[in-house]
């Protein structure tokens, strides 16, 4: 029989049975009560071994812990705390008795520490006065809780993620939830084990050697050479080994072995107009009597080595798909269960999808391709790869995330890959008008999908984003009854702050926002971001603001020298709003309380408060806005160019002619105007503001 109260005396014991059996009797009886009270009898037994120590752990018995742990008699509403102690105690017991638990185990644990504090006035102010009146019911209880959540929540209170704990323990006096079976849920030794070594096999199967310590062997070197090793981890190291030695120079399909003293480099590796029309024609006219020919058509029409392609699927790479190329983009959260629905195939017409079919020997294709190259009397040497990126320069003010995409690059090279979603029919649109400039021919060329959007997982829908911000909306506009002022500034702020982010394609790093003193222009008004950089990478970039993001600075300006005015007896807070509506500072502060003096609030903090788009509450930092921005960008045609410099894509030191920030009055009108139609589309009215 499992006993909770081990290791407490008899004295002991007897004070906890009478306070436990006194806040059963408070709550209204229903059935979880009735089993409670008979887990009692069993998990709380009146006598056990005798002990000499007479001091409580609270580390060891939470649950007596928390019932010798009684408010103070003269406290307001003390009869709602102790029915709302019964209620904790009756989902504890609960539980534990369904699970074969004990109290220790974390969900328990953190609720009743909850409990303790609440009773203790351990926080910083006393959340009893902002709980909404219940009754001995249950369902009254959980719904004050459910609106005190709310209220921190928005409010960014500390407060709010021991409410939820509360909430979680409570919600067992209904129906017990089945624990998660975590290393940690239950306090034990941490279980820290070695990495292991991971091999990928050609196909879509891996290879998984135990790595367990240093005295452990090592796969031997031919079977490491025969696949491409992904990560080589040991105790004290980890790096990526890869066995190609001229990475650089096959990532940027430059050099050919037997061109490498011509020192073919940058633009001047690009095929011009003329040449590839000319090699297009030559190779169209050949493709039914040389294999080269036909190789070579592969490579111009889907930008990519299309030697050694096999026909599995797999995850960032191509394969042959019924004489066209399947590609499945290796953006985040991607899956061999979401793979297939996210997986495109480049269609070339079925005449030639049967020349592609019937090709013997694949892996000769590079050896055919020169063979025919070298018959054509061109003026210059030309190779693969000139073939290989003639598509890509085809497309000079395409988005880079189009690009990739048709050309079936990795994340790792294409970054605008990571944000972008992009529709099929853009995609097949891009590729035929590519073909149309570049190598003046009209075949019918076509992209297949099961989904009608490819690329980013990330990217909520525009049906989610008007719920997302309407809430936000609603939020604003419900003020608390006791704490008037903090809960609209909590509201306005989650919901200006948010809007801002959002139109701006801000980073959830740093400060909630940049001061407004780095607003330059009065009719093209621009802000300075500044963003993470690094070594290689410096994205500080001036953004245009839309007018419906200059309407909310001023607006909220507007709001901060108001209330400042109201609460000149606050200096704490008058001061701190004072430096908003001047400018100075970070415009966006984290105040819980009235008497609390307002602090700073950071980007992090702030999408924790506001959530996302997907799920209302809380949530960790994400990018969702920058790939919602990103990719609405792209659907509106703006040029690639312009969207990198204004997400801050781009800048690296290899890549000196990629902008990072969109300096211009023509750049920036453009994009002023693509950012307030995305705003438009959602069709949600700001509080003040009536856009």
Request: charged share 25%; with cysteine.
């Amino acid at each position: 029989m499992m006993d909770l109260l081990a290791g407490l005396s008899r004295e002991q014991r007897r004070q906890v049975v009478g306070e436990a059996v006194r806040l059963l009797n408070l709550v209204s009886t229903t059935k979880g009560v009735r089993e409670a009270e008979a887990a009692r009898r069993e998990l709380l037994p009146e006598r056990g071994p005798e002990v000499k120590k007479q001091r409580l752990y609270i580390c060891k018995n939470p649950l007596a812990a928390m019932l010798m742990t009684r408010p103070d008699t003269s406290r307001p509403r003390v009869t709602d705390l102790d029915i709302l102690r019964g209620w904790a105690l009756v989902g504890a017991l609960r539980f534990c008795k369904t699970y074969k638990q004990t109290d220790t185990y974390s969900r328990v644990d953190q609720g009743l520490r909850a409990v303790r504090h609440l009773v203790g006035k351990s926080y910083s102010f006393d959340l009893m006065l902002e709980l909404p009146p219940f009754g001995p019911d249950l369902e009254s209880l959980i719904a004050a809780l459910r609106a005190l959540e709310k209220t921190l929540h928005v409010r960014g209170a500390d407060e709010y993620a021991r409410v939820v704990e509360l909430s979680r323990l409570i919600t067992n006096a209904v129906y017990p939830q089945g624990p998660v079976y975590r290393k940690d849920a239950q306090r034990g030794p941490y279980d820290d084990r070695t990495p292991d070594l991971v091999i990928e096999d050609d196909g879509a199967r891996e290879v998984v050697f135990e790595h367990v310590g240093e005295d452990a062997e090592a796969p031997s070197e031919e079977l490491i050479e025969d696949r491409e090793l992904l990560y080589y981890r040991f105790p004290d190291l980890v790096a990526p080994e890869r066995r190609d030695v001229y990475l650089a120079e096959q990532q940027l399909n430059l050099f050919e072995e037997e061109q490498a003293e011509l020192g073919w480099t940058g633009d001047f590796a690009s095929l011009s107009n003329l040449e590839t029309c000319a090699i297009w024609r030559a190779a169209w006219a050949e493709k039914d009597t040389d294999i080269g020919a036909v190789w070579a058509l592969a490579y111009l029409l889907f930008g990519r080595e299309v030697s050694g392609l096999g026909r599995r699927p797999r995850i960032g790479e191509s394969w042959w798909n019924n004489g066209g190329i399947a590609f499945v983009p290796d953006v985040a959260h991607q899956t061999e269960k979401t793979a297939p629905d996210t997986v495109f195939t480049l269609q070339p017409p079925k005449d030639l999808a049967a020349l592609f079919e019937q090709l013997p020997d694949r892996h000769s294709a590079h050896e055919d391709v020169r063979a025919w190259l070298k018959k054509q009397n061109l003026e210059r040497p030309v190779g693969p790869s000139h073939l290989i990126r003639a598509l890509r320069d085809a497309m000079p003010n395409k988005d880079r995330a189009i690009v990739g995409l048709l050309t079936g690059r990795k994340v790792g090279d294409v970054v605008q890959m990571h944000y972008t979603k992009v529709k099929t029919k853009r995609l097949a649109s891009a590729w035929r008008e590519a073909l149309k400039d570049r190598f003046e021919t009209d075949i019918a060329v076509e992209v297949t999908s099961p989904a009608s959007v490819v690329g980013t997982l990330k990217s909520p829908s525009r049906q989610q984003v008007r719920r997302y911000f309407r809430g936000l909306v609603d939020d604003a506009r419900t003020a608390g009854p006791d704490q008037d002022d903090v809960q609209t500034f909590a509201g306005l702020t989650n919901l200006f702050g948010a809007v801002l982010n959002f139109l701006t394609a801000r980073r959830p790093n740093g400060a909630a926002f940049e001061p407004f003193a780095r607003i330059v222009g009065d009719h093209r008004p621009r802000i300075l971001l500044t963003g993470k950089g690094g070594r290689l990478v410096n994205d500080d970039r001036w953004v245009p603001l839309c007018p419906t993001a200059h309407a909310v600075i001023l607006h909220w300006r507007e709001i901060c020298a108001d209330m400042s005015h109201r609460l000149f007896m606050l200096p704490h807070v008058r001061d701190s709003l004072s430096a908003i509506a001047e400018g100075q500072g970070v415009p966006f502060l984290k105040w819980s309380t009235l008497m609390e003096e307002p602090t700073p609030l950071s980007a992090p903090e702030l999408w924790r408060r506001a959530g996302t788009p997907a799920k209302r509450g809380p949530a960790k930092a994400t990018n969702w806005a920058r790939h919602y921005v990103r990719s609405a960008l792209v659907e509106l045609d703006v040029p690639g160019p312009l969207i990198d410099g204004f997400m801050g894509h781009g800048g690296h030191m290899f890549d000196p002619l990629t902008p990072t920030s969109a300096s211009s009055i023509a750049d920036q009108d453009r994009l002023r105007h693509a950012l307030e139609q995305i705003w438009c589309d959602l069709e949600v009215e700001l509080p003040g503001l009536g856009r």
